[in-house]
Nanobody
Framework: QVQLIESGGGLVQAGGSLRLSCAASGRTFTTHAVGWFRQAPGKEREFVAS???????????YYADSVKDRFIISRDSAKNTVYLQMNSLEPEDTAVYFC?????????????????????WGQGTQVTVSS
């Protein structure tokens, strides 16, 4: 089983940056991809970005249109950690950010953008962007 712990959230002004971390422990060798999702008050949890993490994968990345060109997802395999660098933050980015992992391998990237793909979730970290 894999455990995930997010960190790096906080309060930032619009236009600022934050970097979130998702540290994995346990059976990390079984993880094939890690995704970031977010949930704002009163809204559904939505996909933000994901990256394949298995040793044989090329670190393929996927992004929601709303964050493309502003957010960057990356991995550090030696530290079992996935990062989400968030730049040019907007008040609309305010949400609780969750990382999630899946051990399943899928044939195309659309699967790694779907919430139902992921079976392990962290507790979340709050990101608040003030205007």
């Amino acid at each position: 089983q894999v455990q995930l712990i997010e960190s790096g959230g906080g309060l930032v002004q619009a236009g600022g940056s934050l970097r979130l971390s998702c540290a994995a422990s346990g059976r990390t060798f079984t993880t094939h991809a890690v995704g970031w999702f977010r949930q704002a008050p009163g809204k559904e949890r939505e996909f933000v970005a994901s990256i394949t993490t298995s040793s044989r994968s090329a670190g393929r990345t996927y992004y929601a249109d709303s964050v493309k060109d502003r957010f960057i997802i990356s991995r550090d395999s030696a530290k079992n950690t996935v990062y989400l660098q968030m730049n040019s933050l907007e008040p609309e980015d305010t949400a609780v950010y969750f990382c999630a992992a899946t051990s399943l391998k899928y044939p195309n990237g659309a699967y790694y953008m779907a919430r139902r793909t992921y079976d392990t979730w962290g507790q979340g970290t709050q990101v608040t962007v003030s205007s």
